[in-house]
């Protein structure tokens, strides 16, 4: 996937709460999870942390991603997956720092359990499928999901789009996230209103400027007059 060598620090767990069971509670929001991505130069890692990952990785790395144990130890085409889409948040960071900042605003609201949906998110998707089927073949990719779907999958109707997604088709994700903001944008700045009367100043996006500017690259840089510091994206 072309990832840049240096700045970046990818962590395979090799704990969790079922061999440290004193994690629980206080790590299961992050150690239940399969992995996730942060800038580490725009954001810390979430709070409280276990100990093995050094919390002064930000004076060294730039980038970190997490991989889970149960990832790490799952099914080789499952680790291909999560292991790919985490890397495409990377690329996509790389591509404009402000990107991710601005997908936040769609998953905070009712897009939450429709994260496919977000442009940021389908991209990732897109870009493990690829990957699983150079890795493999188109149809050992369609039985993984397949099987995702029989043995429980979390969101069928998600395994069910992902066997569709047509991975020769071209995908522009900054258009895509512009236009997905643009389309409803007095919701969107509604709910930014919301955050802010309720004291969450992390982030402010400037939801006219974005849809004004023709560019969305320069659109969506322009438009961040924040850094979010809650920049983990999953």
């Keep these: 996937m072309r ?16 061999n440290k069971p004193y994690y629980k509670p206080n790590f299961d929001n992050h150690y239940d999870l399969q992995g996730f ?3 580490l130069s725009q954001s810390v890692l979430p709070s409280p942390w276990p100990d093995e990952v050094n919390c002064s ?3 060294f790395y730039e980038h970190f991603i997490w991989i889970s144990k149960r990832i790490c130890e799952g099914e080789d085409i499952h680790f291909a997956w999560v ?15 402000f ?23 389908f991209e990732c998707e897109l870009e493990a499928k690829k990957t699983v089927i ?11 999901l397949r099987k995702m779907m029989a043995d429980g999958c979390d969101n069928k109707k998600r395994c069910r789009n992902l066997l569709k997604l047509n991975i020769m088709a071209k995908f522009d994700v900054e258009e895509e996230i512009k236009q ?30 974005l849809c004004s500017c023709k560019d969305p690259h320069t ?9 979010a510091l809650n920049g983990v994206v999953y």
Excluded at 83 to 97: D, F, G, R
Excluded at 134 to 144: L, R
Excluded at 219 to 227: F, L, R, Y
Aim: negative net charge.
């Design 3 to 18: 990832i840049p060598a240096a700045h970046i620090c990818i962590f395979f767990a090799a704990q969790d709460s079922r």
């Design 180 to 209: 997905f903001i643009c389309t409803d944008k007095d919701k969107f700045k509604q709910f930014q209103k919301q955050m802010q009367d309720n004291g969450c100043t992390d982030y402010s996006i400037d939801i006219d400027k």
């Design 219 to 227: 659109a969506i840089i322009s438009a961040v007059k924040k850094i």
């Design 57 to 59: 990785l930000g004076n």
């Design 83 to 97: 292991y790919s889409h985490e890397l495409q948040h990377l690329k996509q960071n790389l591509k404009n720092p």
């Design 37 to 39: 991505y942060v800038n």
């Design 134 to 144: 150079d890795i493999w073949d188109k149809d050992k990719c369609d039985s993984y």
């Design 99 to 121: 990107l991710l900042i601005v997908a936040q605003l769609l998953d905070c609201i009712e897009y939450k359990d429709r994260y496919t949906e977000i442009p940021t998110e």
